[in-house]
């Protein structure tokens, strides 16, 4: 019996809540995306983490779209952010949007003027940099923070009425220009932005900043633990300030250490880069680290919330190995995918002794780690494929495939042994000529011979064609965020190979969208969309071991 794991730092605060019966012992978290792109594997952590702490705990979680910026925000990436999260197999209480709560936070904001709290400001974005001063020296009044509560009242109505031009006034609060935290140096509540909103239309041409929304949206809903990032800190004294001042109900913002992955980008921006330079095919290009990426890669559910839970919950940011992630599909493949044979470099094989036009049916085991798979048969003849790498005609001494005079077993099926070959005017091996042992049938092998390799292949009349995509990983180096120059300089060129004429055993002709296979010594693959019945396409979702591992351990 494996040892339970100790509580992380958030379920303890939950713990010692519900002991003291804060809020009633209540629990109801949420998850905020903008949707102004698609989720990625860090958001994988932030909807397990907020989920999961709700169900252990008998609680709930909204779904909350902060859309507050109707520039970058689209119904496309609302639609895919909850495709997502459900396919992740979470269910939302509540699907909210910090739109709805417009009204409101303009109420609030009022107040906040009446309070002598907060003022209009005609200051310029550049001008209201210069005045907040640095780290190390206190920022300087704005001129226009003396104005009256009515003068305030009045412009930030205007505000609200169109009556004034994008940037030509902020509602900003007061706060202290010598604070050592540059967060509550006068920060922005609202700006001007005579937008298209994707839920409001046209009614609003003024948007709180996400330092007004978040915490007051919080609030609105009696959000009991709202839990963030740790760039998130410097916030908090402001998110505590604005429940404080307007006397609401009292949510509590955490924070906990993002996910950073080797080898990987999550920057909305450099991502969309990525899709609006073509860089890659789509959001959901299996290189990509967005989830509908993973999800079309043949990632599954199970395996990305086995390695958030195994990420775990710090207090600190590091960047956590994608190999780890590559591990934990890999483990639930081996347990699931049935096996199958597919030759992606392949060169013709005759069995020279085998009745021509006899075709034989074999049982083959569907997956070993599984019994109750069962079994599929598979067609086999005197023409076959075997993968190129599988004959040398010069073969070292510890080659154990396929080379002159030399056997090797046929899975599932028969010991052969190499006869010749033949080249095209190039030197390529065009078809190679072996002779069976019919009495070394798998199963049944009466031959008494013991041969150190077996390899895979496919019967050539019955095989049936398609593409394969080799996906690896999209950057050659491990912290493209940190290396100097442009993040797309150091795209991996090797990240995709397609393969059109790929060979496959005929039990594949029936594959759709999103069966899961192990090809048999080449990795585990999974149908893409792009498949039809006329055309099958598998992508690659990782290797059967870890050759990056292998290529660090060379350097």
């Not at 902060?66 to 970058?72: E, K, Q």
């Not at 597919?342 to 083959?364: F, H, I, M, R």
């Not at 493209?480 to 797309?488: A, L, Q, R, V, Y």
């Not at 969208?513 to 990795?523: A, I, M, Y």
Request: with cysteine; proline share 5%; charged share 30%.
């Amino acid at each position: 019996m494996s040892e339970e794991r100790s509580l992380n730092f958030l379920e303890q605060i939950v713990e010692e809540d519900i002991a003291k019966g804060v809020n009633g012992g209540r629990v109801l978290t949420r998850f905020p995306p903008e949707p102004n792109g698609y989720l990625h594997i860090g958001h994988a952590k932030s909807i397990c983490l907020n989920f999961g702490l709700a169900q252990k705990y008998n609680g709930q979680t909204n779904l909350r779209f902060d859309d507050t910026n109707p520039v970058t925000e689209d119904t496309e990436y609302v639609d895919s952010i909850k495709a997502d999260i459900k396919w992740l197999g979470f269910e939302w209480k509540d699907e909210l949007y910090a739109s709805d709560y417009f009204e409101q936070l303009y109420q609030f904001a009022v107040q906040l003027i009446q309070k002598g709290l907060a003022y209009v400001d005609d200051s310029s974005a550049e001008q209201i940099a210069a005045m907040k001063g640095t780290p190390t020296e206190p920022g300087k009044d704005s001129p226009y923070r003396s104005r009256t509560i009515e003068e305030n009242l009045r412009l930030f109505e205007e505000m609200r009425n169109g009556v004034y031009k994008d940037g030509e006034k902020v509602l900003r609060v007061k706060g202290d220009m010598a604070s050592p935290n540059m967060h509550m140096r006068d920060p922005l509540m609202y700006r001007i932005k005579h937008a298209h909103h994707h839920r409001t239309g046209d009614k609003w041409c003024i948007y709180p900043m996400y330092d007004f929304a978040h915490g007051q949206s919080d609030s609105i809903e009696h959000i009991t633990h709202s839990i963030c990032t740790l760039e998130f800190v410097p916030h908090r004294p402001l998110y505590d300030w604005f429940i404080e001042k307007l006397e609401i109900f009292p949510s509590h913002q955490y924070e906990f250490a993002r996910l950073n992955l080797n080898y990987t980008v999550t920057s909305k921006r450099k991502l969309k880069q990525l899709v609006q330079e073509g860089i890659v095919r789509g959001w959901d290009d299996p290189r990509m680290p967005t989830i509908s990426a993973l999800r079309r890669r043949g990632y599954t559910p199970a395996s990305i919330r086995a390695f958030c839970e195994r990420v775990g919950v710090q207090k600190r940011d590091n960047i956590i190995e994608v190999s780890l992630l590559e591990y934990f599909i890999r483990e639930e493949l081996n347990r699931t995918a049935n096996r199958v044979m597919a030759v992606l470099d392949p060169v013709k094989l005759v069995l020279t002794n085998y009745p021509e036009g006899q075709v034989e049916e074999l049982s083959a085991e569907n997956n070993p780690e599984d019994p109750s798979a069962g079994h599929r048969i598979v067609p086999f003849s005197n023409t076959l494929y075997i993968e190129r790498e599988d004959f040398m005609e010069n073969a070292p001494k510890k080659f154990f495939r396929l080379a002159p005079g030399q056997m090797v077993r046929l899975k599932y099926a028969y010991i052969i042994k190499c006869d010749s070959f033949d080249k095209d005017a190039d030197g390529n091996i065009t078809t190679i000529y072996c002779t069976y042992l019919p009495e070394s049938r798998s199963g049944g092998d009466a031959s008494g011979l013991t041969v150190k390799g077996t390899i895979h292949w496919v019967s050539a009349a019955q095989a049936v064609t398609a593409e394969v995509r080799l996906y690896d990983r999209l950057f050659k180096v491990d912290d493209p965020n940190s290396e100097e120059g442009d993040f797309k300089d150091y795209i991996n060129p090797n990240s995709l190979q397609v393969i059109e004429n790929a060979y496959i055993e005929p039990s594949l002709a029936s594959a759709k969208p999103g069966d899961r296979f192990q090809f048999l010594r080449k990795g585990y693959f999974v149908a893409d969309p792009d498949s039809t019945p006329e055309k099958l396409v598998f992508n690659r979702t990782v290797t059967l071991k870890d050759t990056w591992a292998k290529e660090a351990a060379k350097g």
